[in-house]
């Protein structure tokens, strides 16, 4: 009976968490680069070390211990221990910490549904009393939704960053991927199953309400708590990711690492890299992350289409901004790589 008791304590924390540091993004947009960055500074925070399973370089403390991907299993919460004084990340999808004080300036928000499950973790009615933890002393911890919430109007540590991408660009990744999804809750969209939705259809009537609520929510905090919020384009998380992470860490008041170790943990997050990890370990790292092209490539040609037309593109952003989402974000037209399938960049969560 002791014994059991010490296993159970074992495997989940003994207090709540109250403060929660948030990092998110919208379904069908890379947040997984990040996911590994921080998992890797924090165990190397710890002491310990991470070999590049394609060069053989040993980053950190050679004689510590190294990093077990065992535990690494999409969370969503990371345990950083000697990042953030909560020692708990968020990593995944949901709406702001907060927003919920000032949804009603929004008509439209509470009547607008999300277009599939998994796009607000912690207001959906999880078990927050058990809330999985990757790398962790404990596999689960309690988490506060209502502190969170409020934390995020009077706490200076409940910082939250957004990582936002293409809208249109994202609709036609997780268009897709819920199309291939064998459970209903994501192939089945209203009374019909999602391969019978026009991408037109899906795209205004679902796709880009579900988007703009996740970013107005980002939005209207930034502009309620200044300072609170970052707002990260993915295309520049690609473009510049040491100096993209370098800004990251320092909004989460995790600033003081050294140039050369950001630049070692971007390269050890690479694409190539993990992939080259899960070869030797036998199993994925996430169940979603591939390179765009798997993500794209059974897309009809007229998806893709019109994706890449100028009138609906425009016709997309003009239903984001009634929706107060401001569309500045997203003047410059996406490369059109992401829809060939040749594409290899990042994967996508």
């Known amino acids: 009976m002791f014994e059991r008791m010490l296993r159970a304590l074992a495997r989940h924390a003994n207090s709540p968490v109250k403060i929660l540091p948030v990092v998110a993004c919208v379904p069908g947009t890379d947040v997984w680069f990040l996911r590994f960055t921080f998992a890797f500074l924090s165990h190397l925070q710890q002491g310990g070390h991470v070999v590049d399973q394609l060069s053989g370089q040993c980053i950190g403390n050679s004689a510590g211990p190294s990093f077990n991907f065992d535990h690494m299993n999409g969370g969503p919460l990371l345990w950083t221990p000697d990042l ?7 990593i995944g999808h949901t709406v702001c910490p907060g927003f919920n004080r000032i949804s009603s300036e929004f008509e439209w928000w509470a009547s607008t549904p999300f277009s599939a499950p998994g796009y607000d973790y912690l207001h959906d009615g999880m078990n927050y009393g058990h809330v999985p933890v990757d790398l962790g002393p ?5 988490v506060s ?10 706490q200076t540590g409940q910082r939250m960053v957004f990582v936002y991408g293409d809208p249109v660009e994202q609709a036609v990744g997780y268009y897709n991927y819920c199309r291939n999804q064998v459970r209903p809750a994501y192939s089945q969209l209203g009374e019909r199953p999602l391969v019978d939705w026009p991408f037109h ?11 703009a609520k996740i970013f107005v929510s ?20 690609r473009a510049e990711p040491v100096r993209i992470l370098s800004s990251v860490l320092s909004h989460l008041k995790l600033d003081g690492w050294q140039s050369d170790m950001i630049d070692a ?7 190539e890299h993990i992939m080259a990890i899960e070869r030797e370990i036998g199993r994925r790292l996430t ?4 390179s765009r092209a798997t993500a794209t490539e059974s897309v009809s040609e007229t998806v893709v ?11 997309a952003l003009t239903l984001l901004a009634s929706m107060g989402v401001n569309t500045a974000c997203f003047q410059a037209p996406p490369v059109p790589a992401p829809f060939q399938a040749a594409s290899a960049a990042t994967g996508r969560a």
Not at 138 to 142: I, L, W
Not at 147 to 153: Q, R
Not at 265 to 271: D, E, K, P, Q, Y
């Open 287 to 290: 169940s979603s992350r591939g």
């Open 265 to 271: 943990v971007v390269n050890l997050s690479r694409r």
């Open 84 to 90: 953030v004084p909560s020692r708990h990340l968020f």
């Open 201 to 211: 259809e899906y795209l205004f009537q679902h796709a880009l309400p579900s988007y």
């Open 138 to 142: 404990h596999a689960f911890v309690s």
């Open 218 to 237: 980002y939005q209207a905090m930034a502009q309620a708590v200044p300072g609170a919020v970052q707002m990260v384009a993915e295309d520049a998380l």
């Open 305 to 315: 289409r019109a994706a890449r037309d100028p009138s609906l593109r425009r016709d």
């Open 145 to 154: 939704v209502g502190d969170v919430d409020a934390a995020a109007w009077t």
